[in-house]
């Protein structure tokens, strides 16, 4: 709204997202994921993981213009 533009840019480790947009509100929740909706249940290829004393790293950003 009011000519903004909301851009969020996922960089490495962020392969998915999840959107939020109530419709009661004027507000958006953008939430980068490093795994798919519902992972610890449905496990899967897509989940990353680590072994003891190993690291990963994500990063993610947003601008507003």
């Known amino acids: 709204g009011g000519g903004r533009r ?3 840019r996922m960089g490495p ?3 998915f997202a ?8 004027a ?3 953008f939430e980068p994921m ?11 290829p897509d989940l990353p993981l680590l ?7 994500a990063e993610f ?3 507003i213009s």
């Not at 490093?34 to 496990?43: D, I």
């Not at 072994?51 to 790293?57: A, I, L, N, Q, V």
């Open 51 to 57: 072994e003891p004393g190993k690291s990963f790293r």
């Open 13 to 15: 480790g962020y392969r």
């Open 6 to 8: 909301i851009e969020l």
């Open 34 to 44: 490093t795994a798919p909706t519902n992972a610890l249940l449905t496990g899967g």
């Open 18 to 25: 999840q959107v939020y947009a109530p419709r009661d509100t």
């Open 27 to 29: 507000t958006v929740a």
């Open 61 to 63: 950003s947003i601008e």
